[in-house]
């Protein structure tokens, strides 16, 4: 079982909706992170927190806004999306990012998002 | 900047042969190499790293052995089971402690019976 907790497994929206994924981990890690993945393709980074702060935005439309409440909770919110945001959203969390030899990232089992 | 190549696949072997995926990097620095597995309808695990030069990383029978003199961390297993169906990702992680992990493009491994 994945340390990584993330809901809902599945989620389908229209374009005018407004969603969130949540992801939670309680493994004491201070970094999290939100990866896209398209089908047969790596991950990509979308958003990094270390220490609660938002500490990378790789150039992310602003139809995606990320939270991190506290340590142990991650959220993303969803607005006015596009059907290619269509694809499995990963979350991670590490020990924190720096020491990375140290520090691996552990997945939850990611969202299957479908936007129509 | 930093990348990471893997061989393309999918590569498909018998029950009990011997797998090879091949990974090298370009990388600035002293990069942090991992292989992680994506089972279907999973995210990723961590699979085995390696911190540095000649390090060899290994877990359930995989092992991968950082050379930097070849860039290179190929992942190897003696004898593959029908449950190693999985896409295998070799990625790195850089020295500026941002945790960012830059990936390869994956290789499906497809094991038959």
């Known amino acids: 079982d994945t340390e990584v907790t993330q809901t809902p497994k599945h989620l389908v929206m229209g374009m005018t909706n407004k969603k969130s994924l949540k992801c939670e981990q309680h493994m004491g890690h201070r970094a999290m992170y939100w990866y896209k993945q398209k089908a047969k393709k790596p991950p990509e980074l979308m958003f990094v927190y270390s220490y609660e702060k938002l500490s990378i935005n790789e150039s992310v439309p602003s139809r995606f806004s990320p939270e991190c409440p506290n340590s142990s909770l991650l959220n993303l919110h969803l607005h006015a999306l596009q059907p290619e945001d269509s694809a499995l959203y990963l979350c991670?969390?590490?020990?924190?990012?720096?020491?990375?030899?140290?520090?691996?990232?552990?997945f939850g089992n990611g969202t299957r998002l479908t936007v129509t | 900047g930093d990348s990471v190549t893997q061989m393309e696949g999918p590569v498909t072997l018998s029950e009990e042969a011997f797998l090879t995926i091949n990974c090298t990097y370009t990388?600035?620095?002293?990069?942090?190499l991992f292989w992680y597995v994506q089972y279907p309808g999973e995210g990723l695990q961590l699979l085995l790293k390696?911190?540095?030069?000649?390090d060899k990383g290994s877990n359930k029978g995989f092992e991968a052995t950082y050379r930097k003199e070849t860039t290179s961390f190929h992942l190897e297993k003696g004898s593959v089971q029908v449950s190693d169906s999985a896409v295998y990702f070799c990625?790195?992680?850089?020295?500026?402690?941002?945790?960012?992990?830059?990936f390869g493009q994956g290789t499906t491994l497809q094991v038959k019976p």
């Open positions: 990625a790195l992680s850089d020295s500026s402690n941002t945790g960012k992990l830059i």
């Open positions: 390696a911190t540095k030069a000649d």
């Open positions: 990388a600035t620095g002293y990069p942090s």
């Open positions: 991670a969390s590490s020990q924190t990012t720096g020491y990375s030899y140290n520090s691996p990232l552990h």
